[in-house]
């Protein structure tokens, strides 16, 4: 009956053993960060509300809206020196990526070069794709 009690020992140790490990691997699993919506809806709201009729406010709040999506994307854990690489990190979430990616191009066009200029239609298209990817984030 010794023996059987040692068997019996063993499966208890491997089964305590066996339930630690899963423990811990649930405590350490990354999960997504949430972030918080109140800030970032507000932050939005500024940014809509900063629109007039003249283009050097479009162009603020192309630049002003791809930096909020930049701080979703770092608040969020997606891994990447720059943004684009956030962004290529964020691929899976973000459900229209080639429009967020055309309002990230157009933004680092209206940063580096001179003379791009803005209209209310691509304005709109641009804010309202980095919106949308806000929204994929769970800012918005």
Known sequence: MLGGNSLLLFLLGVLVV??????????????PKTLNQEKY????????????????????????????LDRALKERGFKGATMGERMTSAGR????????????????????EENVRLNPKLTKQALASIKYALKDLGAL
């Open 18 to 31: 066996g339930v630690l490990l899963f423990v811990v691997v649930l405590l350490t699993r990354r999960s």
């Open 93 to 112: 979430v973000l459900t229209k990526r080639d429009a967020v990616w055309a309002a990230h191009k157009l933004r680092n066009r209206l940063a580096h």
């Open 41 to 68: 809806q507000g932050d939005w709201l500024t940014i809509e509300q900063s629109i007039t009729n003249e283009p050097g406010t479009w162009q603020l709040a192309v630049l002003n809206a791809d930096k909020l």
